[in-house]
């Protein structure tokens, strides 16, 4: 009875892997015929049934990022995450890469960063991570990141265009460097010609001051007279 009891187990537990197999292997298919809708119900199903399959969280990511809901793409690539062991940098990259088409670049830039961690030598997070600092004025950390990618990968067909983008980059760092110094300049200008002005001011009214006493000393005098006059009267 026993031995029954584990053969049919066993027949239970292959089916379902043959099950789910299938499923995949149409998702698959529908793919590649562009019935994106139809391939995205088959990973679904191979999804809730094999939590643990990272290409299908990849598969139906990827549907979603072509329909560009990079929402969607984002929510199902998370929940990969936290049910697969394996292929962590391409969850973090795909995350990223998503980020990235929603305009969302701080995001993206801290899940390039984090698929870097994930794998030594991971090249191409370098390549966007600058990409989104470009696009958040943080431009040194892009020119390091474009040399960085250039040191992986020396003989990129793109070299001769980071190449121009770092030279870009780092004209604009000068000149954005040049107009600080420049308006801190004339703020220190303009605060010492500011002190000067209330200096002169304050030494006019000093002397107003002082003017004003003198006046009310000789006024006291004058009073002074009158009264003698008005008694030898």
């Known amino acids: ?15 379902n892997q043959l099950s789910g197999q299938s499923m995949f292997d149409e998702g698959e298919s529908l793919l590649l015929e562009n019935r994106l809708s139809d391939a995205a119900v088959m990973f679904e199903g191979v999804i809730d049934q094999d939590p643990g399959n ?11 990022e072509v329909k560009q809901d990079y929402n969607s793409a984002v929510m199902v690539l998370s929940r990969g995450l936290a049910s697969v062991e394996q292929d962590k940098d391409k969850f973090y990259f795909n995350i990223a890469n998503n980020y990235y088409k929603n305009g969302e670049y701080a995001e993206a830039a801290d899940m390039y960063s984090k698929a870097l961690r994930s794998r030594s030598g991971f090249a191409e997070p370098y390549l966007n991570r600058a ?3 470009v696009n958040t004025g943080e431009y040194s950390l892009a020119v390091r990141d474009y040399r960085l990618y250039l040191n992986m990968k020396p003989e990129d067909e793109q070299r001769t265009s980071i190449e121009k983008m770092i030279s870009m980059l780092e004209l ?3 000149e954005d ?3 600080r110094e420049d308006e801190e300049q004339r703020r220190v200008t303009e605060a010492a010609r500011q002190k000067a002005l209330l200096d002169s001011v304050l030494n006019s009214l000093s002397n107003a001051g002082s003017d004003t006493t003198n ?12 009264l003698e006059l008005d008694i030898e009267d």
Do not use: Q
Not at 54 to 64: D, G, M, T
Not at 215 to 226: K, Q, Y
């Open 131 to 133: 990409n989104c600092r």
């Open 1 to 15: 009875m026993k031995k029954m009891l584990m053969i049919l187990t066993l027949i239970i537990f292959f089916t």
């Open 215 to 226: 006046l009310s000393a000789e006024s006291e005098n004058i009073e002074d007279i009158e």
């Open 54 to 64: 990272s290409a299908a969280y990849l598969y139906l990511a990827y549907i979603y």
């Open 172 to 174: 604009t760092i000068v």
């Open 177 to 179: 460097e040049k107009r």
